[in-house]
């Protein structure tokens, strides 16, 4: 019997670090905060580069903090980034369901309006239930726009960021030039940092991020694939590839 080689390491993770596509960013954040915790440091530097980023923060926060508090905090975030003001969708936090029609409605909208060529948004494979859906909402609405893939559309790729829960990467961004940035943009947010100190996850995942890649104190993590393979993939195997299926298998049915 052929003995299979085990990966090395290089086929687990990236060694030399790179950067996302396009000129047209749009970011998905489930919640107020998971657009500076998550690729904060790549989006600072993404404006540096002069990349048209766009922010659209889904949830309002509310099983967290109050919601108006978070929503300043939000715009706060986004200055502290140079990023323009992000657009408030208020769906109720701890709310989104991948087959909701009015979040799947929402996206259709906002790829209609941004027409990005990249679409950052949370892994499926994250802790949150949020983060979760919201990924597999984007999914369902790539996938039909593009007729299962079968049709190019101007989004090109799709690009899950982590937050609370380590996925799977095929892309490290080296983050050192915007990770000051990233600092101030957390401090926005003292309500959350009060409740729990994601400041401190953010940092422990930045110098874990970094253990691959020569010279770099601190990076980002995310896994980017084209849209259109994106939309042929099932949830589960596009989850896989990030590290696990279990936590697509539960949300499916709702």
Not at 49 to 73: F, I, K, M, Y
Not at 77 to 99: H, I, N, Q, V
Not at 110 to 136: G, K, M, N, Q
Not at 142 to 149: D, F, I, K
Request: glycine content about 10%; hydrophobic content about 45%.
């Amino acid at each position: 019997m052929r003995r299979r080689r085990l990966p090395a390491e290089s086929d687990l993770v990236p060694y030399t670090p790179g950067f996302p596509p396009g000129r047209r960013w749009l970011v998905l954040a489930p919640h107020p905060d998971d657009e500076v915790f998550g690729p904060g440091a790549t989006l600072a530097q993404a404006v540096a580069r002069g990349v048209e980023v766009s922010l659209v923060v889904v949830t309002d926060g509310g099983a967290q903090g109050e919601t108006a508090g978070r929503e300043r905090e939000a715009r706060a975030g986004a200055a502290a980034l140079g990023l323009g003001k992000p657009e408030l969708w208020r769906f109720p936090d701890r709310s989104l369901r991948p087959r909701d029609a009015g979040l799947r409605r929402a996206l259709r909208g906002a790829l209609e309006r941004y027409v990005p060529d990249v679409i950052f948004v949370t892994s499926p494979v994250e802790l949150h239930p949020d983060h979760r859906a919201l990924a597999l909402a984007l999914q369902s609405v790539v996938r039909a726009s593009t007729l299962g893939g079968l049709r190019r559309t101007p989004l090109g790729w799709v690009a899950a960021y982590e937050v609370g829960l380590p996925l799977r990467p095929n892309l490290l961004v080296a983050g050192d030039e915007g990770w000051e940035a990233k600092r101030r943009a957390a401090a926005c947010y003292g309500g959350q940092l009060a409740f729990r100190s994601y400041d401190r996850v953010m940092e422990a995942l930045g110098t874990l991020r970094s253990l691959t890649l020569t010279g770099v104190d601190h990076a980002e993590a995310m896994h980017v694939l084209p849209a259109r393979l994106v939309a042929r993939l099932s949830a589960r195997a596009w989850a896989r590839r990030m590290g696990s299926p279990a936590g697509v298998t539960a949300q499916r049915a709702r």
